[in-house]
């Protein structure tokens, strides 16, 4: 990543923080002379259209981004229900939810799927067709919520 867009990073980083979400993911592409900038944000307790709306209008009033790229094309979104996850963060708004767990623990077969009943910041405890089961963080490659039509 080239130091303008490292320094772009920084600013939205900055702004996505101050607003109380945090950065899920982060790019910078160019198609011709048009620069896009998508940005996936998220909250601990789960993102809301209002917040969405609200850090896209502060990012947009940054004059400094102006100054590092210009012309740019701004998208900023939550992730979607297939989103990995990967992080201590990512989990707690998912208790509850049944979860496909791709994994590196050798008790247990990757991936597995449970139901996700408690979240530490060193593990996962998981019901597993009625056994719970517990998967460290240390073991997750990342998980995803199964979806149940």
């Given at each position: 990543?080239?130091?303008?867009k490292e320094?772009?990073?920084?600013?939205?980083?900055r702004i996505?923080e101050e607003?109380?979400?945090?950065?899920?993911?982060?790019a910078?592409t160019?198609?011709?002379?048009?620069n896009?900038?998508k940005?996936?944000i998220?909250?601990?307790?789960?993102?809301t259209?209002?917040?969405?709306a609200?850090?896209?209008?502060?990012?947009?009033?940054?004059?400094?981004?102006?100054?590092?790229?210009?012309?740019?094309?701004?998208?900023?979104?939550?992730?979607?229900?297939?989103?990995k996850?990967?992080e201590?963060?990512?989990?707690?708004?998912?208790?509850?939810r049944?979860?496909?767990?791709?994994?590196?623990?050798s008790?247990?077969?990757?991936?597995?799927?449970g139901?996700?009943?408690?979240v530490?910041?060193?593990?996962?405890?998981?019901d597993i067709?009625?056994?719970?089961?517990?998967?460290?963080?240390?073991?997750?490659?990342?998980?995803?919520?199964?979806?149940?039509?």
């Open positions: 990543m080239t130091v303008a320094n772009v990073k920084l600013i939205i980083d996505v607003n109380g979400a945090y950065l899920v993911d982060f910078i160019t198609q011709g002379k048009h896009f900038i940005i996936v998220q909250t601990l307790s789960g993102i259209l209002d917040e969405i609200a850090i896209t209008r502060a990012i947009n009033a940054d004059e400094t981004l102006d100054l590092l790229i210009e012309g740019y094309h701004l998208e900023v979104t939550s992730p979607g229900i297939d989103f996850l990967t201590y963060r990512d989990f707690p708004r998912n208790i509850g049944t979860l496909k767990i791709f994994h590196t623990s008790s247990m077969k990757s991936p597995v799927t139901i996700l009943r408690e530490t910041e060193e593990k996962l405890v998981l067709k009625g056994i719970q089961k517990v998967l460290q963080f240390n073991e997750l490659d990342y998980a995803k919520v199964e979806i149940k039509w």
